[in-house]
């Protein structure tokens, strides 16, 4: 009989701790057991869901992977839907995928009569009794269907991208392979489960290789810093935003409690940032702090993982390093040629069997979306002395001023090594000289003065190294009170 790669490990790993918390823990086979229990009530005697689409709306945890593996073992497509999504978020999610059947916890069933009510959904809760069911479960073939996660990009409305169990077992193998992942690894999980950040490379690389879940509603930064503070991790990965609270909490510690979440953080085997773009500047600040050096990856919902910075070698701040095993990737320019050297920007493409199969119901924009077999990310990077350099998204991201290619990230990424800078965004605008213009909005520290004078010099030095052209480096036009300070984000443009 066929089987699902990752639940065959989970049967092998048997009485290993697949998740624990303060008050429980729970194995691998019982992990199976439920999730056997599941798919047959999902069955419900039939022989074979055969790709029918199953919500489910459940926090981190035994029940999340019970169902997700439930929905699998009965042959149909897991759709893992949003703890935070609106009412009508959720309506859409379900009629785009035709979802037919809900599996959540009373409480949320609750919470959501006129959403089961207006699709007519069956629905299910996680915790079914066990039973001795000599009923076979019907055989799952790797080309098969298995998840839509919801995406919406940066264009139109949110597209169900659908992979197969072969496209998430060789998402999963890639970076067990390259992040050497092993059964006695500890992790936090603590990131949202319908994103592929949380779904494959926390939770799914964990439980191929036997490792142990420490799970959590959502992000709590004294509850976490208290666990690091213990010892209990070996691998945590997050956000850039979540990293930046951590220095900030750190920092904020007295001695002796800081000192014992920083032996934690180092005494780490593994510390990675991805989802968004790390600043260096927060990078290198991590550094010092803790001195873990945080490998930044980049990868997508349509392709998993596609580059990162080594595991063991050079883990440079700014770039998101080479392709991972089994990835090919190659960079295409505006004109259509393909990039063969460093230095010149380009489209990422990206083609191997970690990319997915198709976008649920929309054959066209399927076909539109792929160029020669190689999937178009509509990402632009850059290669570097050997490791690759993300500068933003073709769309939105990539500035166009008189005749140069500016990337937002990389000047949001100078601006905030400024001390007076807490946050900023930088976009183009229309500009009758330039064609586009950078315009950004900032957000100053609390209790800080910034004078305009020496902002606009300060760029002046900064920006120049980024190579950023010498008709954007002034800043101008920034609101201030009598006394000069920057009260209040605003967007204004830098020329």
Known sequence: MKSIQLLARARVHGDRIAFQSDHDKHSYAELIDRAEQLAHQLLDGRDDLQEARIGFLIPAGVDYVVAQWGVWLAGGIAVPLSLSATVPELSYTLKDSQTCCLIANQDQLKQLTSVIEAFDLRTLTPDVPSENNTDTLPPITPDRRAMILYTSGTTSTPKGVVTTHANIESQITTLVEAWQWESTDRIPLFLPLHHIHGII??????????????????????????????????????????????????????????????????????????????????????TRLTNQQLLERYGMTEIGMALSNPYHGERRPGAVGQPLPLVELRLKSETGEIIAGENQPGEIQVCGPCVFLEYWDRESVTIDSFDEGWFQTGDVAVLEDGYYRIMGRQSVDIIKSGGYKLSALEIEAALLQHEAIRECAVVGVEDATWGEAVAVAIVVQDDTMLQLESLRNWCQGRLSQYKIPKHLLVVDQLPRNAMGKITKPAVRKFF
């Not at 420490?214 to 850039?240: C, S």
């Not at 904020?252 to 953080?265: H, L, W």
């Open 201 to 286: 490379n926390v939770m799914s690389c964990a439980l191929w290789s036997g490792a142990t879940i420490e799970p959590f509603a959502k992000f709590k930064t004294d509850l976490i810093l208290n666990r690091v503070a213990a010892g209990a991790y070996t691998v945590f990965m997050a956000v850039p935003t979540i990293y930046v609270k951590l220095i900030q909490a750190i920092e904020s510690e007295t001695s002796d409690s800081q000192s014992a979440i920083i032996a934690g953080f180092a005494a780490m085997r593994l510390m990675v940032s991805g989802s968004a773009a790390l600043p260096a500047s927060v990078h290198e600040h991590w």
